[in-house]
């Protein structure tokens, strides 16, 4: 099946750095995800986008729903060590049942 | 609010025999549960679609005859792998929604299969 591009597949940053990530598809979505899933468990929701353009800020993180409907950044701001994990994106087509599709993530590593 | 529960956590079982899989939605009714494999490094790949009192969906190139889905009540889905072998081996998520709110689409903890 199709999935998101996500790249690159790891990222190194220093604590208290600000980190982007970008997620891009050939697809129109109308519904944008960013995950964070940490070793041995399920992914977590960090913040859900649902109209094109939107800016959604959680905490230390902020993301945008690009106004082609085809892209999607996830912006950290003053890294912490906790902040080590796999970011995912994922892309929903329509109706609240549909599934996800899932880019391949970016493994985040955050050196004090 | 939201929480979906999934067990066991980890399970070691031998070649042959099949495995069960639970995910339990606590707070909330799962319309839809969503059933994925990921292997390390890599996504989460879909396998199967279930809502509540019919058959799954499975993706393509998933046996259903293999991995079977039964989501017989609004909080509960199981997955069970039938005569399961070495390659069957993976990390197995499950999420759920109500159906109604992108919230709802909450991911269990995970299952860490291994066949032996």
């Known amino acids: 099946g199709q999935q998101l591009n996500q790249s690159p597949q790891s990222m190194f940053i220093q604590e208290g750095e600000d980190v982007s990530m970008n997620c891009t598809s050939s697809?129109?979505?109308?519904?944008w995800l960013w995950y964070k899933q940490d070793p041995g468990e399920g992914p977590v929701l960090l913040i859900a986008?649902?109209?094109?353009?939107e800016l959604t800020s959680n905490g230390r993180l902020t993301a945008q729903f690009g106004i082609t409907r085809k892209d999607s950044f996830l912006n950290i701001s003053a890294s912490i060590p906790s902040d080590v994990g796999i970011y995912f994106c994922?892309?929903?087509?329509?109706?609240?049942?549909?599934?996800?599709?899932f880019g391949k993530g970016i493994t985040l590593s955050v050196r004090p | 609010g939201a929480v979906v529960s999934q067990h066991p956590s980890r399970v070691i079982c031998k070649s042959g025999t099949s495995v069960k899989i639970e995910c339990r939605s606590l707070?909330?009714?799962?319309?839809?549960m969503f059933w994925y494999r990921q292997f390390p490094k890599q996504s989460l790949m879909l396998m199967a679609t279930?809502?509540?009192?019919?058959?799954?969906?499975?993706e393509q190139g998933v046996e259903k005859d293999k991995f079977l889905i039964n989501h017989a009540s609004l909080t509960l889905s199981t997955l069970t792998v039938t005569s399961a072998h070495p390659e069957d081996s993976s990390f197995y998520i499950c999420?759920?929604?109500?159906?109604?709110?992108?919230?709802?689409?909450?991911f269990g903890s995970g299952t860490r299969l291994t066949v032996v």
């Open positions: 279930s809502n509540e009192g019919s058959k799954a969906t499975y």
């Open positions: 994922a892309g929903q087509y329509t109706g609240a049942n549909s599934k996800l599709t």
């Open positions: 697809s129109i979505f109308n519904t």
């Open positions: 986008l649902y109209k094109a353009g």
């Open positions: 999420s759920a929604t109500t159906g109604t709110n992108i919230y709802g689409y909450t």
């Open positions: 707070d909330f009714q799962a319309t839809t």
